[in-house]
């Protein structure tokens, strides 16, 4: 007596219960070195050691066994720019010349719609060849930018926040919008395409910079007016950044008291970046449940600065990945991870493989206040998954000869790792990639 909609999946299979600084990292995942995950009409019945829960399932069912490999929960990436996707490696800048020489004239394109379409459908490809299933993505000032997306992302069945840009200011003309287009259209697409399927809705000023007190206003009336909606920005990229913001904001005490002020801080609201604030400051992000997409490809990149994660783990802060490209150099957690760990280790405080895959799977999901939906594999959750092949690359393979603890395997896993080792990523129990052999 089979169930149609029952799948099986066999591997090593690794997922968080919790931050492994919070529970400790004994406690805060499971780990089964030969696992089953069992998906039922694309949410997970089960998972755990095969001896266990196999004789329990029909025999008749097909086991897709995947050997020599590790089943993740997909990946999260919690700030990235998908128009920027042709602009990835552009030589030379730091943010505000980059933005002036690279982003805004590619930005400019899409206002065609079928520009928008053809890089959305192109960039969400590329997501799911890097095992990424969830992204909190900024489109351009453009309507049907966002629209673009949104249809590519629902064909997909991808569980996916993206917003407008809101830039009435200090950008050039052609990029501009006002306090009451921006209003106007943030609101038709919030009705459009918040809470339908697997999409959400985030509001998205710019960064401070490019927004007027008005529009920011307006930012804030529509977090009023929509409560469940996000709140996605950039925050204290950069030192011209921050000292501009001081210029253009002198009745507020620092860059995050500018957010504050309109209303913006909460538990859907996610800042990119976060590299020069305060104690006080990660104290407010905390206290208001904000959160912070961690984005090391791109600070290094852009040569903007080493994020304090050991203060955002100290003040409670919820932290996730962010690739943010085309700043950043690649669309892979697992290339993210590699950087995260040099960035902590010029800070002295060398990042474990645990506490890296937990921010981009469940930590990610917490940011984004999605942990009751994806990040685990907690039966009920959305079979988002993603199934890593130890012998992707010669040298992946050789090294892990000499790997006996979980830890280890796991960190050359992280470090030699891109999007070789994706050997297949699921979307809602469904093969959404496949590596070609
Ligand atoms: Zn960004």
């Not at 939906?373 to 009920?380: A, K």
Request: overall charge negative.
């Amino acid at each position: 007596m089979g169930d149609d909609h029952l799948k099986i999946y066999r591997a090593e299979i690794l997922h968080f219960l919790d931050d492994p600084a919070i529970a400790g990292e004994a406690e805060s995942y499971q780990y089964f070195s030969d696992g089953v995950l069992v998906v039922k009409n694309g949410r997970v019945e089960a998972v755990g050691p095969s001896h266990e829960l196999l004789p329990n399932l029909p025999a008749e069912l097909e086991v897709v066994h995947y050997r020599d490999c590790l089943i993740l929960p997909g990946f999260i990436d919690c700030h990235v720019h998908y128009p920027q996707t042709e602009i990835v490696a552009a030589y030379g800048a730091q943010l505000l010349d980059w933005l002036e020489n690279y982003t805004f004239p590619t930005e400019r394109e899409f206002s065609d719609p079928n520009k928008a379409r053809r890089v959305a459908e192109l960039f969400l490809d590329e997501l799911l060849r890097n095992g990424t299933t969830t992204a909190l993505a900024i489109a351009t000032v453009h309507e049907t930018s966002v629209d673009a997306y949104f249809t590519a992302a629902r064909t997909r069945r991808m569980r996916m926040i993206c917003g407008k840009v809101l830039m009435d200011r200090n950008a050039p003309d052609y990029l501009l919008d006002t306090p009451e287009t921006g209003y106007r259209e943030s609101k038709a697409l919030i009705e459009r395409w918040h809470g339908k399927g697997r999409l959400s809705y985030a509001v998205t000023p710019r960064f401070a910079p490019t927004c007027s007190d008005e529009q920011l206003t307006r930012a804030g009336q529509l977090l009023r007016e929509h409560p469940d909606v996000y709140l996605h920005t950039h925050l204290a990229e950069n030192l011209d950044e921050v000292k501009w913001v001081k210029e253009l904001f002198p009745m507020c005490s620092g860059y995050l008291d500018v957010y504050d002020h309109f209303g913006l801080l909460g538990r859907h609201s996610i800042f990119a970046h976060c590299i020069h604030l305060n104690a006080a400051e990660f104290a407010l992000l905390h206290k208001t449940g904000s959160g912070i997409a961690f984005c090391p490809t791109s600070n290094l990149f852009l040569g903007s600065g080493l994020f304090n994660l050991t203060r955002a783990e100290n003040k409670k802060v919820n932290v996730g990945f962010g690739t943010d490209t085309g700043a950043g150099t690649s669309f892979s957690l697992l290339q993210t991870i590699n950087e995260a760990y040099k960035t902590q280790q010029l800070r002295g405080h060398p990042l474990s493989a645990l506490k890296s895959l937990y921010l981009a799977t469940l930590g990610g999901a917490r940011t984004l206040d999605l942990d009751g939906v994806i990040g685990n594999f907690e039966p009920g959750k959305e079979a988002d998954f993603v199934v890593l092949d130890y012998r992707s690359t010669p040298i992946l393979a050789l090294r892990l000869e000499r790997c006996n603890r979980l830890a280890d395997k796991l960190f050359v896993l992280a470090i030699l790792g891109d999007d070789r080792a994706v050997k297949a990523t699921y979307v809602l129990g469904k093969e959404a990639y496949r590596r070609g052999n």
